[in-house]
């Protein structure tokens, strides 16, 4: 598939792959059909390019040098206003993650609400919410400034384990979300390289060029997701369960033939396993987001 925007970069649970075979159906951020809203170079996406791929990165490898600086001089005197600059770094960095966050959940477009499901069913399966890891983003940034004003840092916030409290953070930031979304760069091949044998059958490419067709008019509608009543809602997931399975045929199909591209398997198979996930894990978690927006429908419908 081609090369997907930031948007589709942010969250590892937006890759979805079926159960019989490590490999990534084109849906999710995979989809080869992107929405206005989602597609490279929109506003959405641009935001979130500079906090994932510019911001955090940045705030990440200053605050690692700093760290191997502290350690190999435990007795030097630290830089407060290096401290404090990475703090201010990090409260903005925040409020951007926040900020493109509500804009996903409000706007219109399924493809952004979808992100931000996946983005939070993920966030669940580590134990937290988006909210909790906004307020703990926080909370760094405010022991940095104490430490830097030479105060007594504040409290934790209410439920947080500080032993846990690094490694999770490893999983959870903005700048690791976007990290991993980058690694789904290196999937730079096709499920189908156009050459198989398959594709000489008229009844086979004729249902490619109709899927296709049909998917991404179905994504075309989806901008409009948010303007739908509750039952038009449930109608357009029922309609996306639909183009997946479709897909499912048909990927299964090509696999019977041995046709699918053995390079996008190989690669897809290292992405998985390069994240210490397996395909049901994903498709749980698709699963789990789905279901999250089809319950937001039927609390609608009965509202």
Not at 39 to 52: I, K, N
Not at 195 to 224: M, N, Q, W
Request: one cysteine or more; aromatic letters at 8%; proline letters at 5%.
């Amino acid at each position: 598939m081609e090369t997907r925007p930031a948007l589709a970069r942010l969250v590892i649970v937006l890759f979805v792959c079926s159960t019989d075979a490590l490999r990534l159906l084109p849906i999710g951020p995979f989809c080869p059909f992107r929405s206005k809203v989602c597609r490279d170079g929109s506003p959405l996406d641009e935001s979130m390019s500079a906090l994932t791929q510019v911001k955090m990165p940045e705030f990440a490898t200053e605050m690692q040098r700093l760290q191997l600086e502290a350690a190999a001089n435990p007795e030097g005197t630290p830089d407060v206003a290096r401290i404090r600059r990475l703090a201010t770094d990090l409260v903005e960095a925040e409020a951007q993650w926040r900020q493109v966050l509500l804009r996903m959940s409000l706007v219109s477009d399924f493809q952004a609400r979808e992100y931000y499901k996946l983005t939070a069913a993920w966030a669940e399966r580590q134990g937290e919410s988006l909210e909790s890891i906004g307020i703990m983003m926080r909370w760094q940034a405010d022991c940095m400034l104490a430490f830097a004003d030479n105060r007594m840092p504040p409290d934790p916030p209410a439920g947080v384990d500080l032993a846990k409290l690094s490694a999770k953070q490893q999983q959870q930031s903005p700048t690791v979300m976007g990290q991993v979304m980058t690694r789904a760069q290196a999937i730079n091949s096709k499920p189908f390289t156009g050459e198989e044998s398959a594709f000489d059958s008229p009844v086979v490419r004729d249902e490619y060029v109709k899927l296709c067709k049909d998917h991404a008019s179905t994504i075309t509608l989806g901008e409009r997701y948010g303007t739908f009543d509750a039952m038009g809602k449930l109608a357009f997931l029922d309609q996306l369960q639909t183009i997946e399975e479709r897909w499912e045929v048909f990927y299964a199909r090509f696999a019977l033939l041995g046709a699918l591209n053995p390079e996008f398997e190989s690669q897809t198979s290292a992405f998985l396993k390069s994240m210490g996930m397996d395909a049901a894990q994903f498709r749980e978690i698709l699963a789990e987001a789905h279901a999250l927006m089809r319950a937001e429908a039927e609390k609608e419908r009965l509202a």
